[in-house]
């Protein structure tokens, strides 16, 4: 099936230090949603964007939807241990329906 | 309020052998998705139920799977027979009304297909 292009792919970083992640498409979508995967768990929403431009916050999260509607990013502050997990974007082209296309994922791995 | 549950949360079975996966959504939602999840191809979505009636199957790999929803609380996902390319994590996901965003994830089921 069809996947959104991540990157990074995964990243160590040092606990404290912001991260940036994003998602790229070759088609236009009018929702994006980011989730986030623990091991051995199933993804779990974190935000939603509805607007190109539109930023979102999420207590140290905060995704913007990007203005060519291509792409959405997410940046975490402050990172934290359990920020550990795998980051997942989803886009949608047509709103009202279930039919979402999701991205390759990012594995983040924080050092203390 | 209990979440999604699946069952079993891990399954190995031998090529050729028959494979049901079950779901239980969480009491009140009325959709009801399907997904596989692997490493080379990402998660995937396999089938959506709306209201016990199977909506779009497009995403199932192929005959060998099928899915079912005999009522509101519970869904089977039945792969016969089974292959080695089947293994995959495979999740079952609800959600209170079709084409919300929020649909709740099950913790999956982890199959592996000798």
């Known amino acids: 099936g069809q996947q959104l292009n991540q990157s990074p792919q995964s990243m160590f970083i040092q606990e404290g230090e912001d991260v940036s992640m994003n998602c790229t498409s070759s088609s236009i979508f009018n929702t994006w949603l980011w989730y986030k995967q623990d091991p051995g768990e199933g993804p779990v929403l974190l935000i939603a964007l509805y607007k190109a431009g539109e930023l979102t916050s999420n207590g140290r999260l905060t995704a913007q939807f990007g203005i060519t509607r291509k792409d959405s990013f997410l940046n975490i502050s402050a990172s934290i241990p359990s920020d550990v997990g795998i980051y997942f974007c989803?886009?949608?082209?047509?709103?009202?329906?279930?039919?979402?296309?999701f991205g390759t994922g990012t594995r983040l791995k924080v050092l203390a | 309020d209990a979440g999604v549950i699946q069952s079993p949360r891990h399954e190995v079975t031998e090529m050729g052998q028959e494979v049901t996966l079950r779901c239980k959504p969480i009491?009140?939602?009325?959709?009801l998705f399907w997904y596989r999840q692997t490493m080379m191809r990402g998660l995937e979505l396999l089938i959506y139920f709306n209201n016990n009636v199977p909506i779009d199957d497009s995403g199932m790999p192929e005959d060998r799977f099928s899915a079912k929803m005999p009522n509101a609380s519970f869904s089977t996902l039945k792969i016969q027979p089974s292959e080695p390319r089947d293994s995959a994590v495979y999740f079952c996901?609800?959600?209170?009304?079709?084409?919300?965003?929020?649909?709740?994830f099950g913790p999956g089921t982890r199959l592996t297909v000798l």
């Open positions: 009491s009140g939602h009325n959709s």
């Open positions: 989803a886009g949608r082209a047509t709103s009202g329906t279930y039919k979402y296309i």
């Open positions: 996901a609800s959600t209170s009304q079709a084409g919300t965003d929020t649909q709740y």
